[in-house]
C-alpha cells in the first residue's frame, strides 16, 4: 500500500513524543511492505539513512527529494488552486514571507501555511491513503483529500484538552474537530483518548480504532555510565535517584511530582529527585522546590536528547510519570527499556498496556510518596517491577502495532 503521511516533527528534529511516534509508525509500516511518503516541514540529511526505495521524505515546499524549507519559493502553492478559491486566497496572504526558523511564532499560521505546500503532493504521489497526525497536520490531509479523492486517516496522539485541560485553545479545538469530522476514520492511541474524542468531540464510536504505541527496539542502553552520571550530577552513589523526564507544563504534572518529592524526603533523606525537562512552568517549578525547602535535593537537568535520555533512564532508580492527562505515555516504556520500573498517571494511555507498574491519580500525591518509599525501600517488590514490566514490554513492537494501522487502512478503503 502507497501511504501519503504528513508529520509535523521526525527525528532528529523533534521536541517530545510525537517525532518518536511518527518514527516508530513509519519503521513499523515499511516492515509491512507499504511505500511511505513522509511530509514534513523541514527535513535534514539524517533522515537518508532509509532506503530511498521504501522510504522517501519531502519537505513541504519542494514535490521531491530533500530539502530544506527555507529554501522553497512561497508561490507554491498557485499552479494548484482547486474549487476553493477563497480558501487559498486566504492562505496567499500568509506565504508572503518566509520565516527565518522552522516554525513562526503565531504556529496556526505556520501551520496553514504547511497546509498550503504539503497538500499539493497529493497530485503527484501515487497514494491509496492520506495518514495525518493532530491538529498540525490534519488541515493538509483535509486539502489533500479533496485534491486526489483518497481516504484520510487522523491519528490523535493529543488533545487540546491534553494540553491545556479545562481552558483549550478554540481555534486549535476548531482545527482538531474539522480534522475527525472530515476524516474517514480516527487513530486514537488509547481508550482513554477514545473516550475524550466521543465526549468533547462528538466523534461517533463506529469511527474511531484504539491502536497503543510502542518502543523502539533499538534504544541505546545507557548503564555503562553509572558512577559518571552520578558525579556529574553531584550524587552520591548511595543515594536514591527518582526521575521527572518530559515537558515542564500544566499536563505533565511537575508540581505534583515536587510535591510528592516533599513527602518522601520527609521519611527517607538520600533520596535525589531528577527533573529533565522544560517548559513554560520551568520557572515556577524552581520556585515551587525552592519554597518546599528541598531544593538541594531537586536536580534541573534541562532538555535531554540522544543518549542523555537513556542515561538518564538507566541511572534512575524510579521513573515517575505524575500526568494530568496523558493520551498514552512513551516514556513509562523507554524507562522499562532501561531496567528502570515506573509509576504511572492513572489519567494515561500507558496504564491500559502496562500492568507490572505503580500505579496513582495524578493529584493524590500521598499515595504517590507511599508507592514511591516502597519501590525504594523493598528490593524485592523494585525487581519484580522491573523484570515483569520489561517481559511485558518485550512482546511489544512497532511492527505489531502497524499491523493494527494497515487493518484500519483497509477499513476507510473498502467502507
Not at 500507558?350 to 525504594?376: C, G, H, P, T, Y
Request: proline content about 5%; charged content about 25%.
Amino acid at each position: 500500500m502507497r501511504v501519503l503521511m504528513y508529520g509535523w516533527e521526525f527525528p532528529p528534529i523533534q521536541s517530545g513524543g510525537l517525532g518518536v511516534a511518527c518514527q516508530g509508525i513509519v519503521e513499523g509500516l515499511l516492515s509491512h511492505n507499504h511505500a511511505v511518503f513522509l511530509v514534513l516541514p523541514k527535513t535534514t540529511p539524517a533522515m537518508q539513512m532509509y532506503s530511498p526505495d521504501s522510504f522517501k521524505v519531502l519537505s513541504a515546499g519542494e514535490s521531491g527529494g530533500i530539502v530544506e524549507i527555507e529554501h522553497v519559493a512561497t508561490g507554491l502553492y498557485s499552479p494548484y488552486a482547486t474549487s476553493n478559491d477563497a480558501y487559498w486566497e486566504n492562505l496567499k496572504k500568509l506565504l508572503k514571507e518566509e520565516p527565518n526558523t522552522i516554525y513562526s511564532q503565531n504556529m496556526l499560521e505556520e501551520v496553514y501555511r504547511y497546509a498550503a505546500k504539503a497538500a499539493v503532493h497529493a497530485r503527484h504521489i501515487p497514494h491509496d491513503i492520506i495518514h495525518t497526525h493532530d491538529w498540525l497536520t490534519t488541515e493538509a490531509g483535509i486539502q489533500a483529500k479533496k485534491i486526489s479523492g483518497q481516504p484520510h486517516i487522523m491519528h490523535v496522539h493529543a488533545t487540546e484538552f491534553d494540553r491545556s485541560g479545562d481552558t483549550p485553545n478554540q481555534a486549535v479545538y476548531d482545527l482538531e474537530k474539522r480534522g475527525m469530522e472530515h476524516a474517514d476514520r480516527v487513530i486514537a492511541v488509547s481508550e482513554y483518548t477514545k473516550k475524550m474524542l466521543m465526549k468533547y468531540y462528538g466523534i461517533k464510536e463506529w469511527k474511531i480504532d484504539v491502536v497503543h504505541n510502542a518502543v523502539q527496539p533499538n534504544l541505546p542502553t545507557g548503564r555503562q555510565a553509572f558512577s559518571t552520571y552520578h558525579k556529574s550530577h553531584h550524587i552520591n552513589p548511595t543515594d536514591k535517584v527518582v526521575l521527572f523526564l518530559g515537558r515542564m507544563t500544566m499536563q505533565k504534572g511537575p508540581d505534583y511530582f515536587l510535591k510528592m518529592a516533599k513527602k518522601v524526603l520527609d521519611h527517607m533523606k538520600r533520596v535525589k529527585f531528577v527533573m529533565a525537562g522544560d517548559g513554560d512552568m520551568m520557572d515556577q517549578i524552581i520556585r515551587l522546590s525552592i519554597d518546599l525547602g528541598i531544593e538541594r535535593n531537586v536536580l534541573f537537568s534541562g532538555f535531554l536528547k540522544g543518549d542523555e535520555i537513556s542515561r538518564a533512564y538507566a541511572e534512575a532508580d524510579l521513573y515517575v510519570m505524575p500526568s494530568v492527562s496523558e493520551p498514552f505515555g512513551l516514556t513509562p516504556l523507554e524507562a522499562i527499556k532501561q531496567g528502570t520500573p515506573v509509576l504511572i498517571s492513572k489519567q494515561s494511555g500507558i496504564s491500559e498496556v502496562i500492568r507490572n507498574a505503580l500505579r496513582v491519580d495524578f493529584w493524590d500525591i500521598d499515595e504517590m510518596a507511599n508507592k514511591v518509599i516502597a519501590a525504594l525501600r523493598y528490593p524485592d517488590l523494585h525487581r519484580t517491577l522491573r523484570e515483569r514490566s520489561k517481559e511485558e514490554l518485550d512482546k511489544m513492537s512497532w511492527q505489531k502495532q502497524a499491523g493494527e494501522i494497515t487493518k484500519v487502512y483497509q477499513k476507510a478503503i473498502n467502507k
